[in-house]
């Protein structure tokens, strides 16, 4: 599987940006996704995930009630809307996808996940 991060940019506090992720594989809903983010001088951390069916969706505390995760798998494309952006939030954004055959399942493990996009970059500024 192929991903292909997008729709990162320069932005002021409190603004948001949506990312998608596109995927390559036809079988997009055989697959749980994640988003993580790498901030300068940091471990990669989890961000969110959501399971095939999109159902299924779990949030890292500090993005809760600000960022939402979902997916169109008609168009094989996994989406994180970020609202209320703060400096914080400054790092690479990396989409990730583990096949899981339909079990209606999510991770918030990066090992768990066997595919990564390249990411792209969110720069929040105060």
């Known amino acids: 599987v192929q991903l292909q991060a997008s729709g990162g940019g320069l932005v002021q506090a409190g603004a948001s940006l949506r990312l998608s992720c596109a995927a390559s594989?036809?079988?997009?809903?055989?697959?749980?996704m994640g988003w993580f983010r790498r901030a300068p001088g940091k471990e990669r951390e989890f961000v969110a995930a959501?399971?095939?069916?999109?159902?299924?969706?779990r949030y890292a505390d500090s993005v809760k009630g600000r960022f939402t995760i979902s997916r169109d798998n008609a168009k094989n494309t996994v989406y994180l809307q970020m609202d209320s952006l703060k400096p914080e939030d400054t790092a690479v954004y990396f989409c990730a996808a583990d096949y899981v055959y339909y079990r209606d399942s999510v991770t918030q493990w990066g090992d768990d996940y066997d595919y990564w996009g390249q990411g792209t970059q969110v720069t929040v500024s105060s």
């Open positions: 959501i399971s095939w069916s999109g159902g299924s969706t």
């Open positions: 594989e036809r079988t997009f809903s055989s697959y749980r």
